[in-house]
């Protein structure tokens, strides 16, 4: 008898050992995901904030799809792929320099204020940075800085510099090469849809560097671990957006013009804001030009360039597959797209919140609060997305009409419904581990595994689209979130990389 009581606690053991183990991370202590500690707190200080400042924008563009889609379907069809195209090339631009704004602030925020802690540890390791910033140019930036008694981060002025001139750059592209922009998309020359579909990208692109210095100060804003700041700015400017749609559309008989203005002026009102609040805290030049640090904003850059090619070329495939099934099949498709990244850029907010604490952590060593912050942030991923499928599930059903009154569009838009619906959980994980691999600094990784996902789910959108048509499109994104949500969870499940003292 004692022989199998022993037994059965070896055997309780060996279960408790087996949640310890990285492959079973995402299930550890997950009655401790509601928590309200100092985590928990510190994680809903971020997110929640984030998350709103996120979705804030997609939501504008919901509304725009709604007042857009009661002009015609034609017209929602030229503005869905005018987006697509916007958003591809601003994702080049800007997604790599926000992410990378947001783990380097987030260090080297850290070190500044811990530095006479530093001293044992003048080469910080994290993931593929061997070398952060020396106590000693840090030392000297501080004092340098003490005058005005603002905060001296390097980081933060590279990204300014940077924003500005891909967003002066990409206004040109896209105003001098709209036309076949729209072609290469699947717009055919001859089509309808082609000439309203230009006016509205040339016009949408004056707002272009307006909207890439925003995002690369929110990407500031994020290593301060202050969420709140972008928040508000959004919000006003998506409200005047909101406004200035039905007067300069309709009011003014704008038509899809009114749209890309009124969205061209809210851009440039959230800018003014964010530098305004920003020049409050940061010293924006910093007093010498080597503390810049432009080598390593474009090593790590270009890495997350190739990552964010692979992400949105997908999508933006699915989106010119779709626009080649003609306008009916677009407009049904952008209708479901809005939703799908509005809800899914929810996660996103966690995401940010796991890499502003990620990056700190991993930068004072803090290997616990590394594992515990990811474990949780994950955790609240998952149910987040059980949450949003249940919720779209029902609401978009009843909800489709606020967008069209075509029967043909609201057809297909209810034949999408159950994909948008179902593989929310996906995407909820997918944007969540981005940010953890993002804060621990693990960019190589996250670059290449998401070029093996791009190039999976290309051939499946090819095939799965032309032996399916418009379901098979959604079956191609499904297949698509799934895969980066597996490769998401590679290192950390593993323990490998920067991962690799949960070995020990």
């Not at 802690?117 to 930036?141: C, P, Q, V």
């Not at 933006?316 to 952008?334: E, H, I, N, V």
Request: hydrophobic residues 55%.
């Amino acid at each position: 008898m004692s022989e199998k009581d022993d037994g059965s606690v070896s055997s309780e053991k060996g279960i408790i050992s087996i949640w310890n183990l990285p492959l079973f991370l995402l299930f550890k202590d997950i009655r401790m995901a509601f928590k309200m500690d100092e985590l928990g707190l510190e994680i809903t200080r971020i997110a929640i904030p984030a998350a709103m400042a996120l979705a804030a924008d997609p939501i504008a563009s919901l509304i725009d799809t709604a007042f857009i889609g009661q002009i015609g379907p034609m017209e929602l069809a030229a503005v869905g792929v005018s987006i697509a195209v916007f958003n591809q090339v601003s994702r080049i631009a800007i997604f790599p320099l926000v992410s990378v704004t947001t783990s380097f602030v987030a260090e080297e925020d850290t070190v500044a204020a811990n530095i006479p802690e530093a001293g044992e540890n003048e080469n910080l390791e994290l993931g593929e940075e061997k070398k952060l910033i020396s106590e000693t140019d840090f030392d000297k930036a501080k004092v340098e800085s003490n005058n005005n008694k603002k905060r001296h981060i390097p980081s933060a002025s590279s990204a300014l510099i940077i924003g500005a001139i891909l967003g002066i750059v990409q206004a040109i592209l896209l105003i001098c090469a709209a036309k076949p922009a729209l072609i290469v998309m699947g717009v055919k020359s001859d089509s309808l849809i082609l000439k309203p579909a230009i006016q509205y990208l040339r016009l949408r692109s004056i707002g272009a560097p307006a909207v890439l210095l925003s995002l690369a100060m929110q990407g500031v804003f994020r290593g301060f671990k202050d969420t709140k700041t972008p928040l508000y700015a959004t919000v006003a400017g998506d409200v005047a957006n909101i406004i200035l749609d039905p007067i300069f559309m309709f009011v003014l008989r704008m038509g899809i013009r009114g749209a890309a203005i009124a969205h061209v002026l809210s851009q440039y009102l959230i800018s003014v804001i964010l530098l305004r609040s920003l020049l409050q805290k940061v010293d924006i030049l910093p007093p010498r030009l080597k503390y810049m640090q432009f080598g390593r904003f474009l090593r790590n850059g270009f890495l997350l360039l190739m990552r964010v090619i692979a992400v949105t070329f997908c999508v933006t495939l699915a989106a010119s597959m779709a626009a080649r099934r003609g306008p009916t099949d677009m407009a049904a498709f952008q209708v479901c797209l809005q939703v799908w990244l509005t809800t899914s850029l929810l996660a996103d907010g966690l995401a940010v919140a796991g890499q502003a604490i990620l990056a700190s952590a991993f930068a004072r060593r803090d290997y616990d609060l590394a594992t515990t912050a990811a474990t949780r942030v994950l955790q609240l991923g998952l149910v987040l997305g059980l949450i949003l499928t249940a919720l779209i599930g029902v609401g978009l059903q009843f909800g489709a009409k606020v967008f069209t009154q075509d029967v043909n569009v609201l057809r297909l838009i209810h034949i999408g419904v159950p994909f948008v619906a179902a593989t929310q959980p996906l995407n909820s994980l997918a944007f969540v581990f981005d940010g953890i691999n993002f804060g621990a600094s693990d960019f190589a990784y996250s670059a290449y595994s998401m070029v093996f996902v791009a190039i999976i789910s290309i051939l499946c959108l090819f095939f799965l689209s032309s032996s399916h048509g418009f379901i098979g499109i959604w079956i191609a994104l499904t297949i698509y979130m799934s895969l980066r949500a597996l490769v998401g969870f590679g290192r950390l499940g593993t323990a490998t990389g920067p991962w690799s003292f949960l070995k020990s």
